[in-house]
């Protein structure tokens, strides 16, 4: 069964940083798209950044750029979500997803992970 293992949450404080990683338990298509959500506590889930595994193309979402970074290690089957200069509002419970279209709606990806709390406190 394909599984993606989401780690590295934690409480920081304001200002500091957190690498998140996000483990699949096959070996992904080259086609694959991997992404990071977030979720907020009341809040709708949104989109944080994406990378396409075969060509490493990369997208942000505007409220994280040039204070996130997506990157991937083929042969782990790992993409990693360093974050830096976390604010308060960066604080919801993260999730690494996989699908097959270079998209940021969450509705095009199809395999979820179980999630990581961020809390980052001001």
């Known amino acids: 069964q394909a599984q993606l293992v989401e780690s590295g949450g934690g409480s920081v404080q304001a200002g500091g940083s957190l690498r998140l990683s996000c483990v699949a338990s096959?070996?992904?298509?080259?086609?694959?798209?991997v992404a990071w959500f977030r979720q907020a506590p009341g809040k709708q889930r949104e989109f944080v950044a994406l990378i396409r595994w075969h060509s490493s193309s990369i997208l942000y979402a505007d409220s994280v750029k040039g204070r996130f970074t997506i990157s991937k290690y083929r042969t782990e089957n790992t993409v990693n979500l360093q974050m830096n200069n976390l604010k308060a509002e960066d604080t919801a419970t993260y999730y690494c997803?996989?699908?097959?279209?270079?998209?940021?709606?969450?509705?095009?990806?199809?395999?979820w992970g179980q999630g990581t709390q961020v809390t980052v406190a001001s």
């Open positions: 997803a996989v699908g097959s279209r270079y998209d940021s709606d969450s509705r095009s990806y199809n395999i």
């Open positions: 096959w070996r992904l298509y080259s086609s694959s798209v």
